[in-house]
């Protein structure tokens, strides 16, 4: 297909939807991947930074990559830095396909092997440290991007059957209807879409659970983001149904419905398509934002918005800044991901690209 060939062609559309692969893949094997359990804590091991590999033993002896025992040390009053204890005389290997923390694979298969850790059970390795309440944060990174990456695509499930229908209904049937419904679209429109999730959001019940307030938040995002596609649908549909093809069927005695999402709304596709792909990052940077100031995802289940929460601590930015950057650069990759995916979408769509 020529399309297809186009999309082929685009090396920053391909690496953008390689980068998707690999973040999806990690989401959807976060329980293989993560090394422990994202909700378990180690003894005196708050705010660790992440564990340093080593090759050789401190005696010189090449035992291949290792780590040691660390445990967090007494503060420091005048600086505020934490010393770290470092156990020398416990070194642990570092390998591949570990046995760890059991997990069932799609919800059915009992498995408990990770992808890799120490050979020591009791010896840790935290690739990007730990938190406040010395869980390892690469485990949370790993299970959190399930929160993130899902929400975007929970979200146009939601609002873009909404929107392609409100907009196929107003564009086709005109008159009243369609002011009635262009009316509710353009106050939607007007509503400043953050002010209105930070003030939806506030006023959840206490006391929901993380996957209540998740899909709350979804419907929430979704409930202000069909208006503008239905407003571009609208347009579209006025064109269509002047075309011979929609003619036909309304000759013919077919049900407006059906004409409409037999008929019309498939010519919008590619328009469609583009627009999810772009509108994704939308749904993940509200849930972001809604978790960056406490509203969205709660402490102890982990998102990339809430874990990027910690950057509201001044010494935790300055001091232990491994544990704000990661989340953060999770977030403009798999925001720049989509972005590029949808512009490269876009230009392999163009008619004008499919008829060279």
């Not at 690496?15 to 999806?24: D, K, N, P, R, T």
């Not at 008159?175 to 959840?204: C, F, H, K, N, Q």
Request: charged share 15%.
């Amino acid at each position: 297909m020529k399309w297809w060939q186009n999309l082929q062609n685009n090396p920053l559309a391909r690496f953008g939807a390689v980068l998707l692969l690999i973040l999806y893949g990690v989401a959807i094997a976060a329980d293989f991947i993560a090394p422990y359990n994202p909700y378990d804590s180690q003894l005196n091991a708050s705010l660790l930074p992440p564990t340093q590999i080593y090759l050789t033993t401190q005696d010189g002896k090449f035992i291949g990559p290792h780590v040691y025992p660390t445990t967090q040390g007494p503060v420091d009053v005048n600086t505020g830095d934490r010393k770290v204890i470092v156990d020398w005389k416990k070194p642990s290997r570092l390998a591949l396909f570990v046995k760890g923390d059991s997990y069932k694979i799609l919800g059915i298969f009992p498995c408990d092997r990770h992808l890799f850790g120490t050979t020591n059970k009791d010896v840790r390795f935290h690739l990007a440290g730990t938190d406040e309440q010395a869980r390892d944060q690469f485990s949370r990174l790993v299970h959190g991007s399930r929160i993130s990456l899902c929400i975007g695509l929970v979200g146009i499930v939601i609002s873009f059957p909404l929107g392609l229908l409100v907009g196929g209904i107003s564009g086709y049937f005109g008159g009243w209807i369609d002011s009635i419904l262009m009316r509710i679209v353009e106050v939607l429109m007007t509503i400043p879409s953050i002010y209105l999730l930070v003030a939806l959001a506030s006023v959840l019940p206490v006391g929901l659970t993380s996957a209540q307030r998740f899909m709350l938040i979804v419907l929430i995002t979704s409930f202000i983001s069909w208006a503008g596609l239905a407003r571009v649908i609208r347009g579209q549909v006025l064109s269509i149904k002047q075309r011979e093809f929609v003619q036909a069927a309304r000759a013919m005695g077919a049900n407006p419905i059906y004409i409409i999402v037999r008929h019309v709304l498939p010519q919008t596709a590619t328009y469609v398509i583009i627009s999810a792909t772009l509108s994704i990052p939308s749904f993940i940077v509200s849930e972001s934002v809604l978790s960056l100031i406490g509203l969205g995802i709660q402490q102890p289940d982990a998102s990339w918005g809430n874990l990027l929460s910690l950057s509201t601590n001044a010494s935790i930015l300055v001091l232990q800044p491994w544990l704000v950057w990661p989340p953060a650069l999770l977030i403009i990759l798999t925001v720049l991901a989509f972005n590029l995916l949808g512009d490269g979408l876009r230009d392999a769509l163009d008619p004008r690209s499919l008829q060279r």
